[in-house]
């Protein structure tokens, strides 16, 4: 009895010390910088890695990472950036690394360090829906444990955010509209297609529907979305737009509706069968496949970026990286500083710290990727040269592209699971078992919601 009430005294003590700790959401008032005051930054760049050549050693059998050294020499030449550019100089970096066991393990003890109230100043984060410390930022902006930078935007000396894509930047805003968190690139998946192919009206607003129609005008565009011929549509997440309300702890639809997306999509899949796709290329990261020569020889005819488009017409793009500064801050300056360091527009065009992380994504300001622009972010196979942007045919459409953005999440376990959800349902034999496989994702993805 007495070692139950101690454990019971001991879970009472942690919950309090969770609350005192967690932080108010209002705005603070900037403090003064000081460059000497410590800093410590938390970088996870390794979670999902670039597939680039100059981080694999593609001899191997394993094709084994060897990113980290980079990492190091990118992360170093950044802190001699910083200080030259009148930042903090008293700088830690700790880096999240490794994958399974040991990467768990950190997380872990960074989780712990949070709960307590301390934790490092600043994180830079890849998320990339697996294994993230923060698996719902946008739950975390809501439960204060990023700092309400609002104030701290007034100062800000290097981003420019009336040149970023807004609705990339504004994933950074919770539910009131308050600045938490700092998007610095995303992901957009969409097919390349000949316009000649398609049968769209220049004021057409497509939905979901238009691409399950065979007959219509996206014909069997939607079957650019299978790895292979006889594979089911893959990665369909985004055709469900903004997948949940993070505030109140729940999901954005139904499981009928689940059942009901998953059914449309299989029964797309059945009229399509198997033949041959649709002349076109889809593009997983469009960044990734600017220098592709297939994709300029496709553009230099009129082009179209076709998304995977929600039931209203909407299309969701992903937040790829992203910075926030921990609400126990013991040197909020110092961390906005470091963070509107790396945010700004020139250092984004050609850093080391850039080119490390970001070269199989798209920054948040647009015109980085236009017409004779040198990107850092994408390589091509061989020597490992800078990319050309975008032109002609192809920057108009993508440009239009990115105009129609409607919503921007975070990539989260939601999407994998939906993903999980789909293929088991293919999969399974008869009725009974596609129910079994709806009600499995739903529930799994109720219960992440609840434990996050």
Same mark, same amino acid.
């Given at each position: +009895? $007495?070692?139950?009430?101690?454990?019971?005294?001991?879970?009472?003590?942690?919950?309090?010390?969770?609350?005192?700790? *967690?932080?108010? *959401?209002?705005?603070?008032?900037?403090? =003064?910088?000081?460059?000497?005051?410590?800093?410590?930054?938390?970088?996870?760049?390794?979670?999902?890695?670039?597939?680039?050549?100059?981080?694999?050693?593609?001899?191997?059998?394993?094709?084994?990472?060897?990113?980290?050294?980079?990492?190091?020499?990118?992360?170093?030449?950044?802190?001699?950036? $910083? *200080?030259?550019?009148?930042?903090?100089?008293?700088?830690? &970096?700790?880096?999240?690394?490794?994958?399974?066991?040991?990467? #768990?393990?950190?997380?872990?003890?960074?989780?712990?360090?949070?709960?307590?109230?301390?934790?490092?100043?600043?994180?830079? +984060?890849?998320?990339?829906?697996?294994?993230?410390?923060?698996?719902?930022?946008?739950?975390?902006?809501?439960?204060? +444990?990023? $700092?309400?930078?609002?104030?701290?935007?007034?100062?800000?000396?290097?981003?420019?955010?009336?040149? +970023?894509?807004?609705?990339?930047?504004? /994933?950074?805003?919770?539910?009131?509209?308050?600045?938490?968190?700092?998007?610095?690139?995303?992901?957009?998946?969409?097919?390349?297609?000949?316009?000649?192919?398609? =049968?769209?009206?220049?004021?057409? /607003?497509?939905?979901?529907?238009?691409?399950?129609? &065979?007959?219509?005008?996206?014909? #069997?565009?939607?079957?650019?979305?299978?790895?292979?011929?006889?594979?089911?549509?893959?990665?369909?997440?985004?055709?469900?737009?903004?997948?949940?309300?993070?505030?109140?702890?729940?999901?954005?639809?139904?499981?009928?509706?689940?059942?009901?997306?998953?059914?449309?999509?299989?029964?797309?899949?059945?009229?399509?069968?198997?033949?041959?796709?649709?002349?076109?290329?889809?593009?997983?990261?469009?960044?990734?496949?600017?220098?592709?020569?297939?994709?300029?020889?496709?553009?230099?005819?009129?082009?179209?970026?076709?998304? &995977?488009?929600?039931?209203?017409?909407?299309?969701?793009?992903?937040?790829?990286?992203?910075?926030?500064?921990?609400?126990?801050?013991?040197?909020?300056?110092?961390?906005?500083?470091? /963070?509107?360091?790396? &945010?700004?527009?020139?250092?984004?065009?050609?850093?080391?710290?850039?080119?490390?992380?970001?070269? #199989?994504?798209?920054?948040?300001?647009?015109?980085?990727?236009?017409?004779?622009?040198?990107?850092?972010?994408?390589?091509?196979?061989?020597?490992?040269?800078?990319?050309?942007?975008?032109?002609?045919?192809?920057?108009?459409?993508?440009?239009?592209?990115?105009?129609?953005?409607?919503?921007?999440?975070?990539?989260?376990?939601?999407?994998?699971?939906?993903?999980?959800?789909?293929?088991?349902?293919?999969?399974?034999?008869?009725?009974?078992?596609?129910?079994?496989?709806?009600?499995?994702?739903?529930?799994?993805?109720?219960?992440?919601?609840?434990?996050?």
């Amino acid at each position: +009895m $007495l070692k139950k009430l101690a454990l019971l005294m001991l879970l009472l003590a942690l919950l309090g010390l969770a609350a005192c700790s *967690k932080p108010k *959401k209002e705005a603070p008032e900037p403090e =003064e910088l000081d460059p000497q005051k410590p800093l410590t930054i938390c970088f996870d760049l390794d979670n999902s890695p670039p597939r680039d050549p100059r981080h694999y050693d593609f001899d191997s059998g394993d094709m084994k990472y060897i990113g980290g050294r980079l990492r190091n020499k990118a992360a170093n030449r950044f802190l001699k950036d $910083l *200080k030259a550019a009148g930042g903090p100089e008293n700088v830690q &970096l700790e880096f999240i690394e490794g994958n399974g066991s040991d990467r #768990d393990g950190q997380l872990t003890r960074l989780r712990a360090e949070l709960m307590a109230g301390e934790g490092p100043d600043l994180f830079v +984060m890849r998320q990339s829906g697996r294994a993230d410390l923060f698996l719902f930022p946008e739950k975390k902006m809501e439960d204060g +444990m990023f $700092l309400n930078l609002d104030k701290y935007m007034e100062t800000a000396r290097f981003m420019e955010p009336e040149k +970023m894509l807004a609705p990339v930047f504004d /994933a950074g805003l919770s539910s009131d509209g308050s600045r938490f968190l700092l998007p610095m690139t995303y992901d957009l998946d969409a097919a390349l297609m000949p316009s000649s192919y398609l =049968e769209l009206e220049p004021d057409a /607003a497509p939905t979901l529907d238009d691409m399950l129609d &065979l007959e219509g005008c996206f014909k #069997d565009t939607l079957s650019l979305w299978k790895g292979a011929e006889d594979d089911p549509i893959l990665i369909p997440h985004p055709a469900l737009g903004v997948l949940a309300d993070y505030k109140k702890e729940s999901l954005n639809f139904t499981e009928e509706e689940l059942s009901q997306f998953y059914q449309k999509l299989l029964d797309y899949e059945d009229r399509a069968g198997p033949g041959e796709t649709a002349s076109g290329i889809l593009l997983y990261r469009l960044a990734a496949t600017i220098s592709d020569e297939k994709i300029r020889a496709l553009a230099r005819e009129p082009v179209t970026l076709v998304p &995977l488009y929600d039931k209203d017409g909407g299309i969701t793009a992903r937040v790829g990286v992203f910075a926030g500064v921990n609400a126990n801050s013991k040197n909020p300056a110092g961390a906005f500083f470091a /963070a509107d360091f790396l &945010l700004g527009h020139d250092y984004m065009r050609d850093s080391d710290i850039h080119m490390y992380m970001w070269n #199989d994504t798209l920054p948040i300001y647009g015109d980085l990727l236009g017409p004779g622009q040198e990107l850092p972010y994408t390589r091509t196979g061989g020597g490992g040269d800078l990319s050309l942007g975008m032109d002609g045919n192809y920057w108009e459409a993508f440009t239009g592209l990115a105009q129609r953005i409607t919503q921007v999440q975070f990539p989260t376990r939601l999407d994998g699971e939906i993903d999980k959800g789909y293929l088991d349902y293919c999969r399974a034999a008869d009725d009974q078992g596609r129910d079994k496989a709806v009600h499995e994702a739903y529930t799994t993805m109720r219960m992440l919601l609840g434990e996050a």
